[in-house]
């Protein structure tokens, strides 16, 4: 299968700071890709730097084999990059349904897919965004991504705070994108258990570096690793919980 994503030598940061030191990733078509490590260690920086929104310090990204590396963030969506940050950026003084029309571009997927699903979503299409949950809320910001119709779904960390119930429903329904829609995916996660099972491969980010990369099965597997660079225990249980619940 062809190489969706290649990251070759990337070197960004912020202002004068280079947090990320000659990383390279590649990530196939209907792919999926964990990107994991420890806070602090580069993960959300290098989601940045494919949107566009570090500063470029060296190396080249290419998206469908189209070299990127110089467009604006506003260029690269274009291009077929989506993307779902921490703090969602929904609209809350829109219904959810005018999120979803105000940004949809042609392609496969309309906001009555997104609803199928979602079917929550479908259920409060009239709500404002500031009456959703904050599972709700997650859900639409990935249902705006899906909507502009990209080659490529950037998430981080779309478990963070969410109860167990929800994180399933939104694994599941990233497991279908990829699967069964063929759009890749990057999932940002501090937690490994939560996304090994439903990605193909996986990285590890240590201080700005790749330490690790391989499939994710084999990851799942390797508790020296996961303990050595996650913090995973061996005794530590396969399924998540969180004490932040937010349904």
């Known amino acids: 299968m062809a190489e969706l994503l290649t990251i070759e030598r990337l070197r960004a940061g912020y202002g004068e700071a280079i947090v990320l030191s000659d990383v390279s990733l590649s990530v196939q078509e209907g792919h999926s890709l964990a990107l994991l490590g420890r806070n602090g260690m580069g993960k959300t920086t290098l989601v940045n730097s494919i949107v566009g929104v570090t500063r470029y310090r060296g190396g080249s990204i290419r998206l469908a084999g189209r070299d990127i590396t110089r467009l604006r963030p ?22 959810l349904h005018e999120n979803l029309t105000a940004i949809a571009r042609p392609g496969p997927w309309t906001p009555e897919k997104v609803y199928a699903l979602f079917p929550r979503l479908g259920e409060r299409k009239t709500n404002m965004g500031n009456q959703l949950s904050g599972g709700e809320q997650q859900m639409l910001a990935l249902g705006r991504a899906l909507v502009l119709n990209p080659k490529i779904v950037l998430l981080d960390e779309p478990l963070e705070g969410l109860a167990p119930i929800i994180c399933d429903e939104l694994l599941a329904a990233l497991k279908r994108i990829t699967r069964e829609e063929g759009i890749s995916a990057i999932l940002v ?3 490994a258990q939560k996304v090994l099972d439903v990605t193909d491969r996986a990285i590890i980010l240590e201080r ?12 799942g597997n390797d508790r020296q690793v996961l303990e050595k660079y996650i913090g995973v225990s061996e005794g530590a249980p396969r399924r998540h919980g969180q004490s932040r619940r937010s349904h």
């Open 74 to 95: 506003d260029q690269r969506a274009h291009a077929g990059i989506g993307w779902v940050p921490q703090e969602r950026n929904i609209f809350k003084s829109l219904t």
């Open 208 to 219: 700005g570096a790749v330490v690790y990369s391989g499939d994710s099965a084999a990851l």
């Open 189 to 191: 996660e501090q937690n």
